[in-house]
């Protein structure tokens, strides 16, 4: 295979991810199983009854993809929103609850899951995106379909990571309450004389806030509606082993709530409180605010640790 990748896409539309993913729901078990298991279903057997692209309800508007499963004998819908990077629409995930309750009523099928799937950076500015049910990012499906071997999967990861470059373009929607959350959490940081390196720019929603690190190029994501911390390796997917590895013996050195976590990538997690950057900062609790900095301080110290024992290391 050439540096440049296997094939070229040209320009990536969502509608050429939406038939990728159609395809892939038909062709590749273990496509669905990513679904299934996001929703948290277990069964005993699954089967892909029939993909619809674009189906429409007059009243309550159209889905991008519709995938009807029969689950140990039920029928079960999976209704998913793909996105790039277009901005979402009014009340876009709501619409697609109210289709999927009235197809459900109709006797289409027994239950449903609604999920949007599209890229990491997308879900993390978007607070729509924040109201699905469930999401499963392009940089999941990477890390699926990079340890398969065929040619269609290297095709597929190909044409998700060409979807990836086109960015965020406009899809940041400014939201006058996770602003005004970040300026005070902003300031709680520099107040309490954390160091750290954010780079969330003011005025922004910051849903996640985001930490550089001295350690390369992984970086802190303060998963705020989550309550998780990560510090995340861009390539560490293929050497989740060896992330568990490193975080038991963090667990046995002075860093108890350190944990391995497959994201689109890998990352050390650590679990915190809660916030909700919908109501005031000040509502928050202090002790919450206190975990969750000293959570991120705790992650950046390590990457620094990590940095300079790398600078004795010789590569070449």
């Known amino acids: ?31 669905v199983w990513l679904f299934l298991n996001k929703a948290g279903i277990a069964c005993n057997s699954v089967e892909v009854l029939n993909v619809a ?16 499963l029969s689950i140990d004998g039920k029928k079960h819908a999976l209704l998913i929103e793909d996105k790039i990077n277009a901005p979402a629409m009014p009340r876009q995930c ?5 289709r999927a309750d009235k197809a459900k009523s109709k006797g289409k099928y027994d239950d449903y899951a609604v999920f949007i799937i599209c890229p990491e950076a997308y879900y993390d500015a978007n607070s729509e995106a924040k109201k699905y049910a469930y ?12 340890v398969k071997t065929d040619t269609l999967s290297k095709i597929r990861c190909e044409q998700l990571k060409q979807a990836l470059s086109k960015g965020l373009g406009g899809t940041v929607e400014p939201n006058p309450a996770a602003i005004a959350f970040f300026e005070k959490y902003r300031e709680y940081m520099e ?3 954390y160091k750290l390196d954010i780079r969330n720019k003011k005025g922004s929603n910051a849903w996640w806030p985001h930490y550089a690190t001295e350690f390369g190029n992984a970086y802190i994501f303060h998963k705020v509606s989550d309550g998780v911390v990560d510090l995340t390796f861009p390539n560490g997917a293929k050497n989740i082993v060896t992330m568990d590895y490193i975080a038991q013996w963090l667990n046995v050195h002075g860093m108890p709530n350190v944990k391995a976590q497959k994201t689109g990538k890998a990352a050390l997690r650590i679990s915190v409180p809660v916030l909700d950057q919908h109501k005031p900062f000040e509502d928050a609790s202090q002790e919450d605010v206190k975990a969750c900095f000293d959570a991120v301080q705790q ?5 620094l640790m990590l940095s300079r024992a790398a600078s004795f290391v010789k590569t070449k």
């Open 1 to 31: 295979m050439s540096k440049d990748g296997i094939c070229s896409f040209g320009n990536v539309q969502e509608r050429d991810m939406d038939l990728m993913f159609m395809e892939s729901l038909l062709t590749d078990d273990g496509f």
């Open 53 to 68: 692209l674009s189906e429409t309800d007059p009243e309550y508007g159209e889905s991008d993809i519709t995938a009807i």
């Open 94 to 98: 709501a619409r697609y609850n109210q």
């Open 135 to 146: 999401f499963i990012t392009y940089e999941d499906c990477i890390n699926y379909f990079s």
């Open 191 to 193: 107040a309490h004389n």
């Open 299 to 303: 992650l950046s110290d390590l990457a």
